[in-house]
């Protein structure tokens, strides 16, 4: 192309822009400001929320410093309950001991009283036929005396 005809293709789209940028959705059109004032209020709030956006950084930084120091303090809590939980463990098996020793020696205790039973039963027996075998002696013994 020659500059003759880029510069009629540039003055046709230089008169006709405006009408094509108003076609556009309101969000799309593209922004002129002349007045100065209004710029460098543009500018300062730019600037403010660059300022904002690396303050909200920092306060992000710092929140995930927190949630780590929070973690380690639960890790913490978790080792001390598993801790806990290992020496109750300890505890019931202990007491596990224990009862089941108590238990034996209420089973000895049992066996021996039982032994003491029969053994008590035995001479109650023993006992019995004595008296049986006296008293039958004794009226023998007085029948013959009563013979005589």
């Keep these: 192309m020659s500059d003759r005809q880029l510069e009629e293709i540039g003055s046709y789209v230089k008169s006709h822009l405006p009408e094509w940028l108003a076609e556009l959705a309101p969000e799309r059109r593209p922004i002129t400001i002349t007045d100065p004032a209004l710029l460098e209020r ?68 049992d066996k021996r ?14 006992t019995n036929r004595m008296i049986m075998a006296f008293f039958a002696l004794v009226t023998v013994i007085s029948a013959v005396v009563q013979i005589l």
């Design 42 to 109: 543009i500018v300062r709030v730019e600037e403010s929320l660059s300022h904002q956006r690396e303050l909200m950084s920092q306060g992000f930084s710092a929140m995930e410093k927190r949630f780590e120091q929070v973690d380690k303090r639960f890790e913490a809590v978790d080792k001390r309950f598993e801790q806990v939980d290992k020496r109750f463990e300890e505890m019931r098996e202990d007491m596990n001991a224990r009862f089941e020793a108590v238990d034996q020696r209420f089973e000895q205790v």
């Design 113 to 126: 009283f039982e032994e003491m039973r029969v053994d008590m039963d035995a001479r109650f027996r023993t």
